[in-house]
């Protein structure tokens, strides 16, 4: 079963930063959309920021915005998530998302965001 690759989590303070990186393998073709999701604990997942293959934004989650960007690199087919002004309630597993030009959907592993003191 095809993966993308997560990096990033972590523990930060509560106003502190990090930035999470996926790599898409090059057994993926015809990316479309790129993006992020989450799941705290108790809750359902989901989605934190979306951007399109032209590199163009499609989606922010109310919660994140102004606070959070998504950006991404086409030759390396990754994308990755800024975080910046962390907050308790931004506490989740965070899953990096692919769906392709054919629909097809593939997903990370989940990497750990904690925001405490």
């Known amino acids: 079963q095809v993966q993308l690759a997560e990096s990033g989590g972590g523990l930060v303070q509560p106003g502190g930063s990090l930035r999470l990186s996926c790599a898409a393998p090059?057994?993926?073709?015809?990316?479309?959309?790129m993006g992020w999701y989450r799941q705290a604990p108790g809750k359902q997942r989901e989605l934190v920021a979306t951007?399109?293959?032209?590199?163009?934004?499609?989606y922010y989650a109310d919660s994140v915005k102004g606070r959070f960007t998504i950006s991404r690199d086409n030759s390396k087919s990754t994308v990755n998530l800024q975080m910046n002004s962390l907050k308790p309630e931004d506490t989740a597993v965070y899953y990096c998302n692919v769906v392709t030009t054919s629909f097809r959907i593939y997903w990370g592993q989940g990497t750990q965001v904690t925001v405490s003191s």
């Open positions: 090059g057994s993926i073709f015809s990316i479309n959309t």
């Open positions: 951007i399109n293959s032209g590199g163009r934004t499609n």
